[in-house]
């Protein structure tokens, strides 16, 4: 038992020296580094890269985030970090979902109640409105877009109503922050419920109708030898889908 905590203990210091190397703030190589953190969301932290999704998402100290279907909350605990006592998560689930899945909310729930992460609240809502007790810095959304597309789990709302909703609950200046796995090019909602993918051009002209602008797109997490033809889930392709990430704006004027 030592020799594993050990073996972690170098592994973690490892990851804390390359990400602060590669330009990563520490306050994100400090979040992604949280001993609070379980094992098993640490374990994915390779294919997921959250330490180089935060910094280019431009999530900071003191700011304020709307995360859109926590579901275990892999993000949510890190987020709370990086924001700090000064910022605050709240971690919305869908109150349609949990019809299908009733203990969707659970891992959310039980962040808020930790005292580890004391600045998380979470929210259960309608899938179509976004509503948070304040206007937000940050909405985010990872590899659940395309989720909203599937009837059977949100009642696939309207995705204008709920994007002029995020445009609405933003600050001045805010951002749109949505990774997903990549579908076919020209597929749009094709692939969503079959492949849990969805075509990226697709969440462009969503988005950007609502009144958003795109600033950038990152290739971090691209992988090309994916031919995006397979459910993400398969063993063959889980956790190493090329999946695309979008920064959105919301005009200052």
């Known amino acids: 038992m030592r020799k594993w905590h050990f073996v972690l203990a170098a592994a973690v210091f490892a990851f804390v020296a390359s990400a602060q190397a590669a330009g990563v703030p520490k306050y994100i190589s400090d979040a992604v580094a ?3 953190r379980p094992e098993k969301d640490t374990a994915r932290d390779a294919n997921r890269k959250p330490a180089e999704t935060i910094q280019f998402a431009g999530v900071k100290p003191g700011m304020v985030v709307a995360e859109l279907v926590p579901g275990g909350g892999y993000y949510t605990r890190i987020l709370a970090k990086v924001v700090g006592p000064k910022g605050h998560v709240y971690a919305l689930t869908a109150n349609e979902v949990l019809k299908p899945i009733p203990k ?8 808020a109640k930790d005292l580890a992460y004391g600045n998380v609240s979470s929210i259960i809502e309608p899938a179509d409105v976004l509503k948070v007790p304040e206007r937000v810095d940050v909405v985010w ?40 796995h990549s579908a076919q090019a020209g597929s749009g909602e094709r692939d969503t419920e079959k ?3 969805i075509d990226e051009e697709m969440v462009k002209k969503e988005v950007l109708a609502a009144g958003f602008k795109l ?12 031919k995006r033809d397979v459910n993400i889930f398969e063993a063959s392709i889980r956790g190493k889908t090329d999946q695309f990430m979008l920064r959105f704006r919301k005009p200052r004027k």
């Open 215 to 226: 600033e950038a797109e990152s290739d971090a997490l691209r992988d090309p030898s994916d």
């Open 104 to 111: 969707a909310a659970d891992a959310a729930n039980a962040i």
């Open 141 to 180: 959304t990872t590899q659940n877009y395309h989720d909203l597309k599937i009837e059977k789990y949100f009642g696939k709302p309207d995705m204008a109503t709920l994007n002029r909703s995020i445009y609405r609950a933003l600050k001045p200046g805010g951002i749109y922050f949505v990774l997903d």
């Open 195 to 197: 492949l849990h993918r």
């Open 34 to 36: 949280d001993k609070a």
